[in-house]
């Protein structure tokens, strides 16, 4: 048996985004954001993902500019982590995820939270000017902003909050949106996100074209 299907690469790529192009709704996204945009419907396989797509006005230049002086990219999860594709980055940037530190568990118990929020806490030394990609976890991502509001000297350059779930994404991705910080941000509104489309973003903002065979 044989079935009838592309097994071109280069052709399913073409043909994937030649689909996105013509039912996805674009024109509401802006210039610059448009590839970023594109790698996310391509990534969750969603043109309607474009529906709940919100950003800041300067999310875009504010991360390149981050990128490519250096600065690092925050996981809150291991897949966003290891979905980045570090021969695309600008500046050999570093990627941490820290969820293997040995003091998470006390620091969560410590703060009566999750393990990946408690991560955020050992973010601190590096969060200033950082990008930070949350694809999991919205108490990560809720304590991102509590910390930024105690100290704005720690305020990151872009903050990609885009978590998947059923308790707390919609709430923690509005929070982000609305934020009274000045966080440049992009989000999916409502329940849709993960490592998937998050990495998806990330690594178009570094100029890779995300192709998978």
């Known amino acids: 048996m044989r079935y009838d299907y592309q097994t071109d690469g280069a052709e ?32 969750s396989g969603q043109v309607d993902l474009l529906d709940d797509l919100a950003w800041s006005p300067d999310l875009a230049a504010s991360a390149t500019a981050a990128l490519r002086r ?41 703060l009566g939270t999750t393990r990946t929020a408690a991560a955020v806490e050992l973010w601190r030394p590096v969060l200033p000017g950082a990008v930070v990609a949350i694809g999991n ?11 930024v509001a105690q100290d704005p000297d720690l305020t990151p350059a872009a903050v990609l909050g885009i978590p998947v779930g059923f308790v707390g994404a919609a709430e923690s991705k509005r929070a982000l949106a609305g934020n009274p910080l000045g966080l440049e941000y992009l989000v999916v509104h409502g329940r849709r996100g993960g490592s998937a489309v998050t990495v998806a973003a990330i690594n178009a903002l570094c100029g890779s074209d995300g192709r998978t065979g």
């Open 137 to 147: 976890a919205p108490t990560a991502l809720f304590h991102l902003l509590e910390v």
């Open 70 to 110: 250096g600065a690092p990219i925050l996981c809150d999860s291991r897949m966003v982590a290891s979905g980045i594709i570090r021969s695309r980055l600008p500046r050999d940037n570093q990627v941490l995820c820290l969820l293997g530190d040995p003091r998470l568990d006390t620091l969560a118990a410590e």
């Open 12 to 43: 399913i790529y073409r043909q994937s985004f030649a689909i996105i192009e013509a039912e996805a709704d674009l024109d509401r996204v802006p210039a610059e954001l448009r590839p970023v945009a594109v790698r996310m419907v391509h990534a």
